[in-house]
């Protein structure tokens, strides 16, 4: 697959085919994540990958942006703890930061695997690290539910490149 299919062809999928996703996939998803860049590459990131229906049940008990029943979720943590001693008192924010492109390098992945995901943020971060078994210092910051699709839902509108490119300053077109 061309890198620019990925980029304009995946979409937020939120309807799943009740299909289990063999486990070397999963890491294939993983080590996608793994190669994000990072902020002095600290890596400060771990995944918590749920394939289990009854955890990923008690995940979508405290998830009300998940929407479907997926075949998995893969939870991207934050190592804050980490983060802060390494990088100082913006470790946190680039964290933040580092775990997010982790997300998308997982997304494009999986849609290259014929896979949809969806990365939902409206979930109870404590309740889901307790469930999670995340240590101290290390939070889930994003939820990519994934799965074979059931649909693929047609591209949303984007805004047009003049409306949001600015040339050497703002308003310079």
């Known amino acids: 697959m061309e890198l620019s299919e990925g980029i304009y062809g995946r979409r937020s999928v939120r309807s799943y085919?009740?299909?289990?996703?063999?486990?070397?996939?999963?890491?294939?998803?993983?080590?996608?994540?793994?190669?994000?860049?990072?902020?002095?590459?600290?890596q400060p990131w771990a995944f918590v990958v749920v394939?289990?229906?009854v955890q990923i049940q008690r995940l979508?008990?405290?998830a009300p942006g998940m929407f479907s029943?997926?075949?998995f979720v893969i939870a991207v943590c934050a190592e804050r703890q980490a983060a802060v001693q390494r990088m100082g008192p913006q470790g946190e924010t680039l964290a933040?930061?580092?775990?997010?492109?982790?997300?998308?390098?997982?997304?494009?992945a999986a849609y290259a695997a014929g896979l949809g995901t969806c990365i939902i943020r409206s979930f109870h971060q404590r309740a889901a690290a307790v469930l999670l078994g995340c240590p101290d210092g290390v939070v889930p910051e994003l939820l990519i539910a994934g799965g074979r699709p059931d649909r693929i839902p047609r591209a949303p509108n984007r805004r047009a490149l003049d409306?949001?490119?600015h040339?050497?300053?703002w308003g310079q077109k």
């Open 163 to 165: 409306q949001i490119r």
């Open 51 to 53: 394939d289990e229906p």
């Open 17 to 42: 085919l009740p299909e289990r996703v063999p486990r070397d996939v999963l890491d294939t998803l993983i080590d996608a994540g793994r190669w994000a860049p990072s902020a002095g590459c600290a």
């Open 96 to 108: 933040l930061m580092d775990v997010c492109m982790a997300a998308q390098n997982i997304s494009l």
């Open 167 to 169: 040339f050497n300053r």
């Open 60 to 62: 979508k008990s405290i």
């Open 69 to 71: 029943e997926p075949a």
